[in-house]
């Protein structure tokens, strides 16, 4: 069946420091501040609502990834496919006022999805500040301790369609209905959590911007620049100022084919198999393996989610 998620929709975190944050996220990737509410910082860097939201919290945490659904009927769909699969309903209120439908769930390690129909395109395309401009968010790699089941509830709720995985399911890659080799991602690690998000940019040009802002504030680049064996992507990372691991792309593979038979790729010994991880030849560093952002606590009225198992 076709995904019923059609691309990456925005990213809720916590922050000790929002304003920190905000201004580290203009300065290095070149996104803007669009809405404040409170002690929320609403941020685009394109003519979408808002697609960085940072929340004022006690710790540095993944709060929310919001989905943007092919339909409004895909979200009753979403609706229905979760309660089938026996995933956490945690809610059908829109997170923000100018979403019209919404449902959001949570997967049997604690990850929660806002599956919504589209924020409205209501900001200017253009707008002033630092000259790097990214075209929006286009990906996220969260952690699960057990990715092959994590990958199973998000066909099951979302449609996501498994494009590529390693042979021992230490990483899955999944598609939306854009068809880009992956719009989630999940990689094995002692528990639930969040990876990287990633940003795409127009060009490899972008990055050496990116890298040289940086600088001055002798910060470091964590991986890269490389090109990933799986997506065929350029890639770059580094840590922003709440120490969340950001991923910076460009080139990323569009798979035509919904019926193509999932990949499977041997990713060596501590993901030493350069071809899949790095066509270019330099392994990840143990940071970047080890990476872990810890995800922000399930509401309390929210039944813990049940196992599909
Ligand atoms: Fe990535």
Redesign the pocket.
């Given at each position: 069946m076709r995904p019923l998620v059609q691309r990456l929709g925005y990213m809720a975190v916590t922050a000790v420091d929002p304003e920190r944050l905000a201004a580290d996220t203009a300065n290095s990737i070149g996104a803007r501040v669009v809405r404040r509410d409170g002690d929320t910082i609403f941020m685009s860097s394109n003519r979408r609502h808002a697609e960085y939201i940072i929340r004022k919290g006690t710790d540095n945490l993944q709060a929310v990834c919001g989905l943007e659904a092919v339909s409004a009927s895909a979200v009753d769909e979403v609706h229905e496919r979760c309660r089938d699969a026996g995933l956490a309903v945690l809610s059908t209120t829109p997170s923000l006022d100018v979403i019209e439908k919404s449902v959001t769930f949570a997967t049997s390690e604690g990850h929660v999805f806002e599956v919504h129909t589209p924020m409205p395109n209501d900001r200017e395309a253009r707008y002033a500040g630092p000259g790097l401009r990214p075209k929006g968010l286009d990906?996220v790699?969260f952690t699960a301790a057990d990715p092959e089941k994590w990958a199973r509830e998000m066909n099951l709720s979302c449609g996501f369609l498994l494009t590529e995985r390693t042979t021992g399911y230490e990483i899955a890659w999944m598609r939306a209905a854009d068809g880009r080799h992956?719009t989630v991602?999940v990689v094995k690690s002692a528990a639930g959590g969040l990876h990287?998000t990633?940003w795409e940019f127009n060009s490899f040009q972008d990055f050496k911007g990116l890298a040289d802002a940086l600088i001055p504030e002798s910060r470091r680049l964590i991986w890269g620049p490389g090109r990933?064996g799986a997506?065929d992507n350029l890639?770059l990372y580094f840590k922003n100022s709440a120490d969340f691991l950001l991923?910076c792309?460009a080139e990323m593979e569009i798979i035509h084919d919904e019926d193509m038979e999932p990949r499977v790729c041997d990713p060596g010994e501590n993901l030493s198999n350069w071809k899949v991880v790095n066509q270019w030849g330099p392994l990840p560093p143990i940071e970047w393996v080890e990476h872990h952002t810890p995800l922000a606590p399930l509401p309390s009225a929210v039944p813990s989610p049940v196992t599909t198992n």
């Open positions: 990906h790699n992956h991602a990287h990633s990933h997506g890639f991923e792309i």
